[in-house]
């Protein structure tokens, strides 16, 4: 079946600009995880959704960074005023209930601020 | 979480088996072992888990010592499309949401 899927692949914009990546999570899934890994660097957790509720909202790395699910399904990660030490690639996860490790990942989006 | 320490690096030969060890001295009685890898320019992807039995499915078999302080993921067949990093997980299941990734072990697996 489908699995997770990001769009867009790529994104290149402006120092400053706003940014919307969209996670589409496998079907049947209620949790969802957004995860960013920067050139060279881990995986770094940002923030989960427990359907369409993100209970705990610490991870992001600053207040630029928003994130909302709706109807229980598609995920948007949203960067206000983008800055250079975004450029990463974001990464989608989606598990079938919270707590399940058994994590399905998207193929990322790598986003790119000059 | 139990601490875990991976070697960063490993090398196989194409057709033998890779065995990757983990260390998690620390792990508590209800946390589990979790194995992923990433692939270059991919996500993660879930290879296998286990609490203290030795599992085995199409991707791999994880061996976990008695006392639980030590795991390892076996590739019984490497191919060149095995070389990846490869990251051994230990968490609660049902507690948290995120998984916490370390450095791994780079595989490469050679002709």
């Known amino acids: 079946g489908a699995g997770v899927s990001q769009s867009p692949s790529n994104k290149v914009t402006e120092k400053g600009k706003d940014v919307e990546l969209r996670c589409d999570p496998i079907?049947?899934?209620?949790?969802l995880y957004w995860y960013r890994q920067s050139l060279g660097q881990g995986l770094e957790f940002l923030i989960y959704f427990q359907g369409n509720s993100a209970p705990d909202k610490s991870g992001l790395p600053s207040d630029r960074f928003s994130a909302e699910r709706t109807g229980g399904s598609v995920s948007t990660l949203t960067i206000q005023r983008t800055q250079q030490e975004d450029s990463a690639v974001y990464l989608c996860?989606?598990?079938?209930?919270?707590?399940?490790?058994?994590?399905?990942f998207g193929p990322g989006t790598r986003l790119t601020v000059t | 979480d139990a601490k875990t320490t991976q070697p960063p690096s490993m090398d196989c030969a194409e057709g033998r088996a890779a065995n990757l060890p983990c260390n998690h001295s620390?792990?508590?009685?209800?946390?589990?072992v979790y194995w992923y890898r990433q692939i270059h320019s991919q996500g993660p992807q879930y290879i296998i888990h286990g609490l203290k039995n030795n599992e085995t499915n199409e991707m791999a078999s994880l061996i976990i010592t008695e006392d639980r302080k030590s795991s390892t993921l076996i590739l019984p067949h490497a191919t060149l499309r095995d070389t990846a990093v490869y990251y051994c997980?230990?968490?609660?299941?049902?507690?948290?949401?995120?998984?916490?990734f370390g450095k791994g072990t780079k595989l490469s697996v050679k002709p």
């Open positions: 079907s049947g899934h209620t949790a």
């Open positions: 997980i230990v968490r609660v299941e049902g507690s948290q949401g995120n998984l916490i």
């Open positions: 620390t792990i508590s009685g209800n946390e589990y």
């Open positions: 996860a989606s598990s079938l209930a919270f707590g399940f490790y058994e994590q399905y």
